[in-house]
C-alpha cells in the first residue's frame, strides 16, 4: 500500500529498526565511526560497503533526512549540506568544468545570481534568459551546454518558470534539468514530473519550518542518463549507472569541500519536515487571501503572486503546483515610505529569511538585492518600494488587520 505524503514521512524512520524502539532516528554527532575489523573501514572507504567513515561525509542523522527528502522528491537518492547555496555550489562544482556552459533562468534569488557571476569568472560561462518561456531556453543552447538550471517560482517577483516544457525540452537534447524546488516545496510540487534530473532544495525555508536550521539538499529522480554526461570521473563509474551523478557530488562537492551538514540541525530540519504539508496548506491559503486583500488596498500599486488571475503565469502555476505557495511581493503606493510602514506592523516581522511560521517582510532593493546595484535591479523590476513577503501560518484576521493599521498608519 502506497501512503501519503504525510505519513510516509512520519513513518520513514521506522522502516529500519531503531536503538531502544525510539520513533526518531536519533542525533549522532560522532566524527569518527570505529570498525572491531579493519578491512572492513577500507572496504567502506572504497564504496564495497556501507557505512561511514567520517563525519564529514555524513553520519546517519543526515542519512535519515536524506531517506525523507528522497520519498519527498520520489527520488533515487538525496546528498544533504550545510545549506541550499552550498548544494547549489555542490552541485556546480562536482559537475561542471571550465569550458562548459549552462542556461539559467534570469530570475534568480540573489547570492545564486552572485553564486553563477562568480562561476562566469571560473570559465564555466552561464547564459541567463527569461525562463517563462521554452523558446528563450531553447535559444540559448549550445554544443557544449551541459545543464539547465531553474527555480519553480522565482524570488522575489515571483514568475513561474515554463517547467513542463523546459523538461521536454531538456530531455529531447540529453540535457541535465535542475529544478530549484524550494519556493514550492515537494509538497505543492514535485519537479520529477516534468523530468527534472536532479532538484535542489534549501531546507532552512518550507521543509524545515522553524526558523531554526539551516541546510540543503540535492535529489537525484532517477530520470537523467548519467552515461551521457561526459563529466562523470572514471574512479565513480564502479557504481551503478544511475548513481554516477549523486555519487560525484558527494565526492567532489560535499567531501572535497567540506559543506557538511551537521547532526543537530539534520535532526531538527526532519522534525519539522513532519508538518510540512500542514503548514504549507495554512500559510499558502493565508497567502492567497492576503494578496486579495493588498490587491484591492489603495495604498498598494502592484501584488505580485500567482495565485492572482492577473499574474502573468497564473494559469501556468494553476496547472503546475498545488496551491500557489506562500511567497509575494507588492509595491507600494507613492509617497508612502517602505521603512515607515514596516516599522508601523505589529505582528510581521522585518527579516531576511522565508519559509518561516511566522509572517515575515524586507524591502527588497534595500537588503538582499543591494548588492546588484540600481541597474540590475531595473532589468530585473526591483523597484525601491518592492517588500517581499513571506507569509506564515499565523491568523488571517490578524494579518489583514496588521496590515491594514500599517498601510493606514
Known sequence: MKNGFTTTILHSDLESPIEHFSVHKPMHAAVAFGYPDARDLAK????????????????????????KISKMEDGIATACFSTG??????????????????????????????????FNTLGCEISFVDATDVE??????????????????????TQVADLARIGELCASHGLLYVVDNTMTSPYLYQPKRNKAGLIINSLTKYI??????????????????????SNI?????????????????????????GSTLA???????????????????????NALQ????????????????????????????????????????????????????LNRLKLVISASHLGDNRTLAIPVAHTIYWEMGPQRRAEMGIADSLIRLSIGIEDLDDLKADFAQGLNG
Open 136 to 157: 528563450n531556453v531553447a535559444r540559448a543552447i549550445r554544443a557544449n551546454t551541459r545543464l539547465v538550471f531553474v527555480e519553480t517560482i522565482a524570488n522575489p517577483r
Open 44 to 67: 567502506v572507504f572504497k564504496g564495497e560497503a556501507p557505512g561511514y567513515a567520517y563525519g564529514r561525509q555524513g553520519n546517519p542523522t543526515t542519512t535519515a533526512l536524506e531517506v
Open 208 to 229: 524545515g519550518g522553524h526558523g531554526n536550521a539551516l541546510g540543503g539538499a540535492v535529489t537525484d529522480t532517477g530520470l537523467f542518463d548519467w552515461t551521457r554526461f
Open 290 to 341: 492576503l494578496a486579495r486583500f493588498l490587491a484591492g488596498h489603495p495604498k498598494v500599486t502592484k501584488v505580485y503572486y500567482p495565485g492572482l488571475e492577473d499574474h502573468p503565469q497564473h494559469r501556468l502555476a494553476k496547472e503546475l503546483f498545488k496551491t500557489f505557495g506562500a511567497l509575494m511581493s507588492i509595491e507600494l503606493a507613492d509617497g508612502i515610505d517602505c521603512f515607515d510602514f
Open 263 to 285: 547532526a543537530e540541525p539534520a535532526h531538527r530540519l526532519a522534525t519539522g519536515a513532519e508538518t510540512l504539508a500542514l503548514r504549507m496548506e495554512k500559510s499558502s491559503d
Open 85 to 118: 547555496m552550498a548544494a547549489i555550489a555542490a552541485t556546480f562544482v562536482a559537475l561542471l568544468r571550465a569550458g562548459d556552459h549552462v542556461v539559467s533562468s534570469s530570475f534568480l534569488f540573489g547570492n545564486t545570481n552572485s553564486l553563477f557571476g562568480t
Open 233 to 257: 570521473y572514471d574512479n565513480y563509474k564502479n557504481a551503478k549507472p544511475a548513481l554516477w551523478g549523486i555519487l560525484q557530488i558527494r565526492k567532489k562537492g560535499l567531501r572535497d569541500v
